[in-house]
């Protein structure tokens, strides 16, 4: 990772780096996209996402991650209960709604779009200035 790195800032070069290990997108990424299901539900740059994540999966799976130093952390961990869909049947509206805490009738019916969440913040979520 650390040659890529310096390649990248040597030559300017961009990656797409598809990872399930958050610490090392959160050292590696400038910006970041959060799918569920094969959507983007959240995307941003790093300090965006990880400061302040909007979706309601992305906060789940942010705060999953290990304190960076131990007993240091300050957030509860988000756990998900509900159906998990199959990715080749997925539900209708926000493909989310059925793990969802916040989900309300308007989610199983409609397909939120990215829209801006301040700078190059943008979240898929009918809902995600109320619950932020």
């Known amino acids: ?9 040597q030559f300017g070069l961009t990656y797409l780096f598809v990872s399930h290990d958050l610490g090392t997108v959160k050292y590696f990424c400038d910006h970041i996209g959060v799918m569920y299901l094969g959507v983007m539900v959240e995307s941003g740059t790093a300090s965006e996402l990880f400061d302040s994540p909007c979706h309601p ?19 509860e961990r988000i756990r998900l209960t509900g159906d998990i869909p199959s ?9 989310f ?26 979240v898929a979520c009918l809902r995600w200035r109320e619950i932020i």
Do not use: I, W
Not at 1 to 9: A, F, G, Q, Y
Not at 87 to 95: D, E, H, N
């Open 57 to 75: 999966y992305a906060r789940a799976l942010l705060s999953s991650m290990p304190a960076e130093k131990p007993g240091l952390r300050n957030k």
């Open 97 to 122: 709604h059925t793990r969802c805490p916040f989900a309300v009738e308007q989610c199983r019916v409609q397909v939120p779009h990215l829209e801006s969440a301040g700078g190059t913040h943008q």
């Open 1 to 9: 990772l650390n040659l890529m790195s310096d390649l990248k800032e």
């Open 87 to 95: 990715p080749s049947q997925p539900p209708s509206g926000c493909k």
